[in-house]
């Protein structure tokens, strides 16, 4: 089981930068693929990045592509989101995932655990 707690949200203008953390609890944080969701208000939520136990494949949706970057150290127990090139569309609330299946944080199915969240707004 792991326990997830995200930071680093915050309001910032669009084309600004943020960085999100999600610190994983327990010694098994390296045996589960990782990722990020969002939820913004009135809308489902949607996939947004995945990356793979050791790291070395990662997965992002459409509209981040190329302005987000999501890493992990295991050392640390914690995933990153990098965010670039903010827009106001990014606003929403920041969910990180885990899960020992990678193609279920892709699809967003079945994901075992979750954080609480963490709200990032953009403005224009």
């Known amino acids: 089981q792991v326990q997830l707690v995200e930071s680093g949200g915050g309001l910032v203008q669009a084309g600004g930068s943020l960085r999100l953390s999600c610190a994983g609890s327990?010694?098994?944080?390296?045996?589960?693929?990782m990722g990020w969701f969002r939820q913004a208000p009135g809308k489902e939520r949607e996939f947004v990045a995945a990356?793979?136990?050791?790291?070395?494949?990662?997965y992002y949706a459409d509209s981040v592509k190329g302005r987000f970057t999501i890493s992990r150290d295991n050392a640390k127990n914690t995933v990153y989101l990098q965010m670039n090139s903010l827009k106001p569309e990014d606003t929403a609330n920041y969910y990180c995932a885990a899960d020992g299946v990678l193609t279920k944080l892709q699809i967003g199915q079945r994901v075992n655990y979750w954080g609480q969240g963490t709200q990032v707004a953009v403005s224009s």
């Open positions: 327990g010694r098994s944080f390296s045996s589960y693929a």
């Open positions: 990356i793979s136990r050791s790291g070395g494949l990662t």
